[in-house]
């Protein structure tokens, strides 16, 4: 049996050697940072420690980091926090943790490629004056399609308005300067790179008023209270340090990317790889096998040692119809047929060789059994 093959980085990727060797050394030690004494004094430096990585790892100032629980809280501070008062306004295929972060949130549309359309921003931000927050995500978990985050900005500042941007999935996978783009709230998680589950950040810009959540002890300068996760605080500094060290061999993951949809399309002619022609992520493809459910494929790639998933995989182990692909236009059969291969810091040449492998045995496996169900006689009563 040949050994099992990870392809699922954009739901989580394995924890670094090295991370595992600093939380390790974190939680040997004791102290609260928020005490005075040496122990506590020890523990802050490595939290502030941790905070620079973190900030430099995307362009920001270490005061302007946030610890939180994850991506997902991040997200849901800095849209109900910093917009608080303000009309929200969402892309289309954002994470559900930004979708449904508050209620009557107004969608802005994408084209097929994934990409937000700037004239319907333009027209909602011109129709109605009110302050307002727009969420927009710089590259998205399921197909990869990046974002013109420059001229979303540009537009919404135009006209007063703020901007969230979501860049859990982008972090560790694209040069990242938030300054430049000059992004209000940034959202980040440890994990998509590498580090340990359970702790984000958010990226807070200096002329931001925030309005925090969790009240009590005022740790994170008051922003979000409770004791701080020291060895995955940790464990996420590294990690932040790794994936700025490791960008280009990030990048180089796009050129093993772009051979296997290659191989895809030469044996399975009617494959669909979505977002064409959009910018995207070096290391995600997102692709389509018309007439077999996504569930289907998934099951069967796993039977075969590879894993992969059916659009975002954090909707408590269910496969469900994807609302992104949906929103670039493609048909229920598109979506509903579509899987994720993600790749990450420990594929390899021969794990794509695998998995193309057990696709060719899927496909012709599925497909000699539909047609074989067309051609044998249903037998007479």
Request: aromatic letters at 2%; glycine letters at 8%; hydrophobic letters at 45%.
């Amino acid at each position: 049996m040949t050994r099992p093959v990870y392809l699922d980085y954009n739901a989580t990727a394995p924890l670094k050697p090295a991370v595992i060797d600093a939380m390790t050394a974190a939680l040997s030690e004791c102290g609260n940072a928020s005490s005075v004494h040496r122990f506590g004094r020890l523990v802050r430096r490595a939290i502030e420690a941790a905070r620079d990585e973190v900030a430099a790892l995307v362009g920001a100032e270490a005061r302007q980091v946030i610890f939180t629980s994850g991506g997902t809280e991040a997200n849901n501070l800095a849209i109900r926090a910093a917009g608080a008062g303000r009309r929200i306004l969402v892309s289309a295929v954002e994470h559900d943790s930004v979708l449904r972060a508050v209620p009557g949130a107004e969608i802005i549309p994408v084209d097929a490629r994934g990409e937000v359309d700037l004239a319907v921003l333009q027209a909602k931000l011109e129709d109605d004056r009110r302050p307002a927050l727009v969420c927009v995500m710089l590259a998205n978990n399921e197909t990869g399609a990046t974002q013109p985050l420059a001229l979303v900005t540009h537009l919404a500042h135009a006209h007063g308005a703020l901007v969230h941007c979501d860049a859990v999935q982008a972090a560790g996978k694209m040069a990242i300067d938030a300054t430049r783009l000059e992004i209000d709230t940034l959202a980040l998680s440890a994990h998509k790179l590498g580090g340990p589950q359970g702790i984000g950040a958010l990226i807070v810009r200096d002329h931001i008023e925030l309005h925090p959540m969790l009240l009590g002890g005022g740790q994170e300068r008051g922003w979000r209270a409770g004791t701080e996760n020291v060895p995955a605080i940790r464990g996420f500094g590294v990690a932040a340090r790794l994936a700025r060290e490791e960008l280009p061999a990030m990048q180089a993951l796009g050129a093993l990317r772009d051979v296997m949809e290659q191989r895809l399309r030469r044996l399975t002619p009617d494959v669909v790889v979505l977002a064409p022609g959009a910018g995207r992520l070096p290391n995600t493809s997102c692709v389509a096998l018309p007439g077999v459910l996504a569930e289907t494929q998934v099951m069967a790639l796993d039977l075969a040692g590879i894993a992969v998933s059916a659009g975002a995989a954090c909707s408590s182990g269910k496969v469900r119809s994807s609302h992104v692909l949906r929103a670039m236009g493609n048909s229920p059969d598109i979506a509903g047929s579509a899987i994720r291969i993600s790749l990450g810091w420990r594929t390899a040449p021969e794990d794509i060789e695998h998995f193309v492998d057990a696709w060719t045995t899927m496909v012709a496996r599925i497909r000699g059994n539909q047609h074989a169900a067309r051609v044998i006689p249903v037998p007479a009563a």
